[in-house]
Every structure is written in C-alpha cells, then in structure tokens.
C-alpha cells in the first residue's frame, strides 16, 4: 500500500499526457524536459510558462 502519484499535462484543449507513478523528486525535472520537447508545437503563452521555469 501507499499513495500512487500522477501529473496530467493540460492545455486548453484538455489532458495532452498522463504521467503514472510519479515520484515528487523526480516530476519537476521531468515536466519541464517534457514541456521542452513538445514546446514548439505549444501555443505562445505555454512557451512563456516553461520559459519563466527555467
């Protein structure tokens, strides 16, 4: 038993990727990677999201 952790990735469209069994150390590093590699195709206010992240 325990608690199972998931990121759903959103934009105004609705749910782009879920992500399962997240572990908290390790889902902000991979979020903004994910954003990173689907940035080009993200509409312009996603891009200043991820940007003021980074």
């Given amino acids: 038993m325990g608690?199972?952790?998931s990121t759903?990735?959103?934009d105004e469209d609705?749910?782009?990727?879920v992500?399962?069994?997240?572990k908290p150390k390790d889902n902000a590093?991979?979020?903004?990677?994910?954003?990173?590699?689907?940035?080009a195709s993200e509409?312009?206010?996603f891009r200043g999201v991820?940007?003021?992240m980074g």
Avoid: C, H
């Fill in 3 to 5: 608690i199972e952790r």
């Fill in 8 to 10: 759903y990735l959103i």
């Fill in 14 to 17: 609705g749910i782009i990727k």
């Fill in 19 to 22: 992500f399962g069994k997240v």
């Fill in 29 to 39: 590093k991979q979020m903004l990677n994910e954003l990173q590699i689907s940035n």
């Fill in 43 to 45: 509409p312009t206010w």
């Fill in 50 to 52: 991820t940007a003021s």
